[in-house]
């Protein structure tokens, strides 16, 4: 019944215009949603610009540990077409966290090459396993496409 009522040229006319009405208001609210995505992204990198600074400014490893509170906040806020690498920085960041707390090691005072006494080989196993996976080529790629991403879109580095 539906294909005899679009028989005539006018009615088949106003069909398609309610069909591209339709099509036209989904698509504009994925590209609203975008775009409100990214500005709640953007204003979160801006918020967070001088945590991540401060953090990184306590060395390569404890800063990334110490920046671990304002990544997170990042990731939580990231678009889609960037939440992948934000998963895999906090990821790997959160796994060292973890094998220095399980050994209970302070970040700011290991060393590799000088170990606390009485760090079993267990515990420096996977202090070096978490450390091997935060410096992966991998990783080392999401952490670079997060920060080309802030600087691209956002028009602002992750950090001061």
Same mark, same amino acid.
């Given at each position: 019944?539906?294909?005899?009522?679009?028989?005539?040229?006018?009615?088949?006319?106003?069909?398609?215009?309610?069909?591209?009405?339709?099509?036209?208001?989904?698509?504009?609210?994925?590209?609203?949603?975008?775009?409100?995505?990214?500005?709640?992204?953007? %204003?979160?990198?801006?918020?967070?610009? %001088?945590?991540?600074?401060?953090?990184?400014? &306590?060395?390569?490893?404890?800063?990334?540990?110490?920046?671990?509170?304002?990544?997170?906040?990042?990731?939580?806020?990231?678009?889609?077409?960037?939440?992948?690498?934000?998963?895999?920085?906090?990821?790997?960041?959160?796994?060292?966290?973890?094998?220095?707390?399980?050994?209970?090691?302070?970040?700011?005072?290991?060393?590799? *090459?000088?170990?606390?006494?009485?760090?079993?080989? %267990? *515990?420096?196993?996977?202090?070096? &396993?978490?450390? &091997?996976?935060?410096?992966?080529?991998?990783?080392?790629?999401?952490?670079?496409?997060?920060?080309?991403?802030?600087?691209?879109?956002?028009?602002?580095?992750?950090?001061?």
């Amino acid at each position: 019944m539906l294909h005899r009522t679009l028989r005539s040229p006018w009615t088949r006319a106003a069909a398609l215009a309610v069909v591209a009405v339709g099509v036209g208001s989904v698509v504009h609210a994925a590209v609203t949603d975008d775009a409100d995505a990214i500005d709640g992204y953007c %204003a979160t990198v801006a918020e967070q610009r %001088a945590a991540v600074g401060q953090a990184l400014a &306590a060395g390569p490893t404890t800063g990334l540990i110490r920046a671990l509170p304002s990544f997170e906040r990042l990731e939580a806020a990231a678009p889609a077409d960037i939440a992948d690498e934000w998963a895999r920085v906090n990821g790997a960041v959160g796994d060292l966290v973890d094998a220095l707390d399980d050994a209970g090691v302070d970040p700011s005072t290991y060393r590799r *090459d000088d170990p606390p006494v009485g760090l079993s080989r %267990a *515990d420096r196993a996977a202090i070096d &396993a978490a450390a &091997a996976a935060l410096g992966a080529p991998g990783t080392q790629a999401a952490m670079a496409a997060v920060e080309q991403q802030a600087r691209d879109v956002c028009r602002s580095p992750l950090s001061l």
